[in-house]
């Protein structure tokens, strides 16, 4: 059973980062990309960017080019999102997601940004 | 970015109705499409994947069709915990995009 399990919640400063992670668990890493998703109080559901660990590609939205990094880490099963430069239009929640015909999410990581 | 246009932005249903929401992409996306629900406080719920294959524990009052550029997510018979809002996501191509969604009510 696939399983993505994020990191805690977090709070930041306005101007500083914040790096999620994504642990996933029955699924075979590198066969699948990962997706990163976020919903900001009261707004819909926006694509933040991708991963493929198999080709170590990223895709990002233009919107938070420069701004986010996402990797992942075979060894640990676990794919990370960067983003920097934060501002209070970032708190949101974040999600991970293993993309395939089905995708399954992760839990969300609210991610709360003051200044 | 293929850009997805959905429709309308809110509608309000009593219990009972039948509910059609749109989604039209910017090019062919074959069938490249998934809808889902989303309540406050939850994560995405995947309703419908593939443009019209049902999620396993999915009542079978939601329903998908379409292919290419345009897309319905049907509600036969709207259900007191339907109400919520929906979004259909484009994994066709990168950058994936969603919706804008669409919030049912109550009327």
């Known amino acids: 059973q696939v399983q993505l399990v994020q990191s805690g919640a977090e709070v930041r400063k306005s101007g500083s980062s914040v790096k999620v992670s994504c642990k996933a668990s029955g699924v075979t890493f590198n066969s699948f990309a990962f997706s990163w998703v976020r919903q900001a109080p009261g707004q819909g559901l926006e694509w933040v960017g991708g991963?493929?660990?198999?080709?170590?590609?990223?895709n990002y939205a233009q919107k938070f080019q420069g701004r986010v990094t996402i990797t992942a880490d075979e060894s640990a099963s676990t794919v990370y999102m960067h983003l920097s430069s934060l501002t209070s239009d970032d708190t949101a929640v974040y999600y991970c997601?293993?993309?395939?015909?089905?995708?399954?999410w992760g839990q969300g990581t609210p991610v709360t940004v003051s200044s | 970015a293929i850009q997805m246009t959905q429709s309308p932005s809110s509608l309000s249903a009593s219990i009972g109705d039948r509910v059609s929401i749109t989604c039209r992409a910017s090019q062919d996306i074959r069938n490249d499409l998934a809808w889902y629900q989303l309540k406050p406080g939850k994560a995405p719920e995947l309703l419908i994947y593939g443009a019209s294959n049902l999620q396993g524990g999915v009542p079978s009052r939601f329903s998908g069709a379409g292919s290419g550029t345009d897309f319905t997510l049907t509600i036969t018979s709207l259900q007191p915990e339907d109400f919520a809002s929906y979004y259909c996501l484009q994994d066709h191509t990168y950058p994936r995009t969603f919706g804008q969604g669409t919030k049912v009510e109550v009327k």
């Open positions: 991963i493929i660990p198999l080709f170590g590609k990223t």
């Open positions: 997601a293993r993309e395939a015909s089905i995708w399954r």
